[in-house]
């Protein structure tokens, strides 16, 4: 893939990324699904919330985290005392990928290449917003934000640092806690981790 940074606009903040975006072929997610999903938030957020991709309600509204996963983590910022409207959510990868299964469309994790080829509208979403601290949830954003190596699992709700220095943490991804067969305990860490997230920013 050859990338998306022929596509990201160098100024003009949010909107201009809102509005160059749907443009981007930087990789092939673009052919199949229904339309690109921007991140959303106040451009002048402290905090801001890193998840994979879009899943299946999202590539149809084209608003991050409106599915399942969205509303537990709704419900998770809630129980953490973080205002859901004071963050800036958005995605590692702005296509959703999937594989078709009759009616159906399963979820499929990016591949490295479309993590690599979609970070640089991540980079710009991150230089325009200035966040003070970046909530990384699941492997997929650690990967693309922390490099190959990171365990979110060994270091969740760890404070830990961007390569350029931008303080952050990580968490495990919504989806898992959604699926996961002890709930109620992995909610319970989930909203351990973005408590611990708060108390970063003080
Ligand atoms: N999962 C994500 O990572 N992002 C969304 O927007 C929805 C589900
Ligand atoms: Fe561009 Fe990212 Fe969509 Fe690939 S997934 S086409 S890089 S916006």
Not at 11 to 17: C, D, F, K, S, Y
Request: proline letters at 6%.
């Amino acid at each position: 893939f050859t990338g998306a940074e022929p596509w990201v606009p160098e100024r003009g903040g949010l909107r201009a990324v809102r509005a160059a975006l749907p443009s981007c072929r930087g990789c092939d997610l673009w052919e199949n699904a229904e339309q690109v999903v921007p991140g959303d938030g106040p451009a002048r957020a402290r905090m801001m919330l890193v998840g994979e991709q879009p899943g299946d309600v999202e590539d149809k509204e084209g608003q991050v985290f409106v599915g399942p996963a969205g509303r537990l983590l709704d419900k998770a910022l809630a129980e953490a005392g973080i205002e859901r409207d004071t963050v800036y959510v958005t995605n590692a990868v702005k296509h959703f990928r999937f594989e078709q299964r009759g009616k159906r469309r399963i979820h499929k994790t990016p591949a490295v290449g479309h993590i690599v080829a979609c970070a640089p509208w991540l980079r710009s979403e991150l230089a325009v917003v200035k966040p003070e601290l970046v909530v990384v949830l699941g492997s997929v954003a650690a990967r693309s934000l922390l490099g190959t190596t990171f365990k979110v699992t060994q270091h969740r709700g760890e404070p830990i640092a961007l390569p350029d220095g931008t303080a952050a943490t990580a968490t495990v991804h919504p989806s898992s806690v959604v699926r996961s067969r002890e709930y109620r305990r992995d909610f319970e860490l989930f909203v351990t981790d973005l408590r611990a997230a708060a108390a970063m920013l003080g």
